[in-house]
């Protein structure tokens, strides 16, 4: 099975593996190099100290040179001498020219000075005869590798190995986390309602199992973009089809009526018209959230306007409940939708007005935050389950206490509530009071 992206990531390694190698060797071998000889001013100024000296042998000096030598003892803290050196065959072969003239005591000031080597003894031959400047190096002398040979041994062992395996980890991570940004980001524009978003297209010519996972996620794309593409055809469709019948349906009761009157039977089928005509329209209201996740036009509204409409409703609604409304002298709210928010308030609180009791109250407050409008609705009703407190936001969940009443209410009122609400970017959350009851409790962003 081949496996192009292993065979790159353990080319990416082993390439960074060897460079590593051949670039630590190669600095070392300079670093050392270039750290292991004199300064040019120290050679200069042994040079010069050599010059001198052979100004005095060449005079014949002895005082003079002695006294020389000992100046340069007592300024450098070190040992210097002026020597003669004789070689002679004692048995084999003659020496050439070659031994007389190279032949030394100490090193040359061009040699390396390895760090093991404690002040070794520098050399400078006088040239045309066997006499040579010998001085012990001194300690200032010493070249730069001695005290900076720690922090060599730091950036050559842990600095550039580090600098460098960064630099091939960036190198891992940008080839494998380029792909997949370009899939998050066609993820995200999927999810937000871009569905004709592809992404083999933004690889190029690349052919790796990444690659191949992108063009998975365009199979799964284009087949769910074909799925939500005909349901939202379908709800369009069924939306068409079932009001028109029910509008028909509509006029026919009303001719009914007026020819037979408003008998039981009539006024019954005109009551579960009205029921079904509210369902379907819920219900297509629901698919309509669920589906296209619309953006809804941006408004500025009172809030506490808008709740005293909802409350004055609900009040005539259920005549023998009240509403203790508990509401600031205005609350306004930007970028929010006066018709999504109304109708999401009005299903919480015509729902708590359905199940508290006949002379009972609901109460309903406002308050405001540093960021936010807090709307508290609490009923004096039985309260729910705490497990069924995330449920009863599920289309047509009804808890047995609910089931009794059929004929208005069919498990749509909160459902559509949360998605209303968090199409305008709110949350809605169900908690039990502790006195009994429930509290529905709706964040807005201001």
């Not at 003239?101 to 000075?113: D, K, P, S, V």
């Not at 007026?258 to 509210?278: F, H, W, Y």
């Not at 047995?400 to 305008?424: P, V």
């Not at 169900?430 to 709706?442: D, I, K, P, S």
Request: proline residues 4%; hydrophobic residues 40%.
């Amino acid at each position: 099975m081949n496996r192009p992206l292993l065979w790159k990531l353990c080319l990416i390694v082993a390439i960074g593996t060897v460079l590593l190698f051949y670039l630590v060797n190669l600095l070392a071998s300079q670093t050392e190099e270039r750290l292991s000889h004199l300064t040019e001013a120290h050679k200069q100024q042994i040079n010069d100290y050599a010059d001198r000296a052979k100004q005095f042998y060449l005079a014949g000096d002895t005082a003079g040179l002695q006294r020389w030598m000992e100046e340069i003892q007592s300024k450098e803290n070190t040992w210097a001498a002026i020597v003669e050196s004789k070689v002679s065959t004692l048995a084999g072969g003659e020496l050439n020219e070659y031994f007389y003239q190279y032949y030394g005591i100490g090193r040359g000031l061009q040699y390396m000075l390895h760090p093991w080597l404690v002040n070794p003894l520098m050399e400078v031959d006088f040239p045309g005869s066997n006499v040579h400047f010998l001085i012990r190096l001194p300690e200032r002398m010493r070249p730069g590798i001695f005290p900076y040979l720690g922090f060599a041994n730091l950036t050559l062992q842990i600095v550039l190995p580090l600098i460098l395996l960064t630099l091939i980890s960036w190198m891992l991570y940008q080839h494998i986390m380029s792909p997949l940004r370009k899939l998050e980001m066609a993820t995200r524009k999927f999810s937000q309602g871009q569905f004709d978003i592809r992404v083999r297209d933004l690889m190029g010519n690349r052919s790796d199992e990444l690659a191949e996972l992108t063009s998975t996620f365009d199979r799964m794309a284009s087949r769910i973009s074909d799925l939500i593409m005909g349901q939202r055809q379908l709800i369009s469709d069924l939306s068409h089809e079932l009001r028109t019948p029910l509008a028909r349906l509509d006029v026919a009761l009303e001719s009914l009526k007026k020819e037979q009157g408003g008998t039981d039977s009539i006024e019954r089928v005109e009551k579960e018209s009205l029921q079904i005509r509210k369902l379907v329209e819920d219900t297509l209201t629901l698919a309509w959230l669920e589906n296209e996740r619309p953006m809804l036009t941006a408004e500025n509204i009172d809030l506490v306007d808008l709740i005293d409409v909802v409350v004055e409703d609900a009040q005539f609604e259920f005549p023998g409940r009240h509403i203790d409304a508990v509401l600031p002298d205005n609350a306004p709210l930007g970028k929010s939708n006066h018709r999504s928010l109304g109708q999401a308030l009005e299903n919480i609180i015509r729902n708590a007005m359905r199940f508290t009791p006949l002379g009972k109250f609901v109460k309903v407050s406002l308050t405001s935050g540093q960021n936010h409008y807090q709307i508290d609705i609490v009923d004096q009703g039985p309260g729910v389950p705490e497990e069924f407190l995330e449920k009863i936001f599920q289309p047509f969940f009804r808890i047995d206490s609910a089931r009794e009443d059929t004929t208005s209410n069919f498990g749509l009122g909160l459902a559509l509530a949360k998605r209303q609400i968090s199409a305008i970017g709110g949350q809605v959350h169900a908690l039990n009071e502790g006195a009994g009851g429930l509290l529905m409790r709706v964040i807005l962003p201001r």
